[in-house]
């Protein structure tokens, strides 16, 4: 048995267990609210500046680099 991991309703049948563009197994009353709720994220998600990550984030591949 599947669960909706939006309503945690059981799904009892194939035709109601719908999957979101993420992967996450919903049923079909939930498909349009669920995607709703994931472009709401991706919009909130800012691009990470470039002083995030560090100027010496490339320290560590001198071990990989073979001269």
Not at 11 to 16: A, D, R
């Given at each position: 048995?599947?669960?909706c991991?939006?309503?945690?309703?059981v799904?009892?049948?194939?035709?109601?267990k719908?999957?979101?563009?993420?992967?996450?197994?919903?049923?079909?009353?939930?498909l349009?609210?669920y995607?709703?709720s994931?472009?709401?994220?991706?919009?909130q998600i800012?691009?990470?500046?470039?002083?995030t990550w560090?100027k010496?984030r490339?320290?560590?591949?001198?071990?990989?680099?073979?001269t």
């Open positions: 048995m599947a669960e991991s939006n309503c945690k309703r799904l009892s049948c194939g035709c109601q719908r999957t979101a563009s993420d992967g996450t197994s919903v049923c079909s009353d939930c349009g609210q995607e709703s994931l472009t709401q994220k991706t919009n800012t691009e990470p500046q470039l002083n560090g010496d490339y320290k560590n591949l001198n071990k990989f680099i073979k």
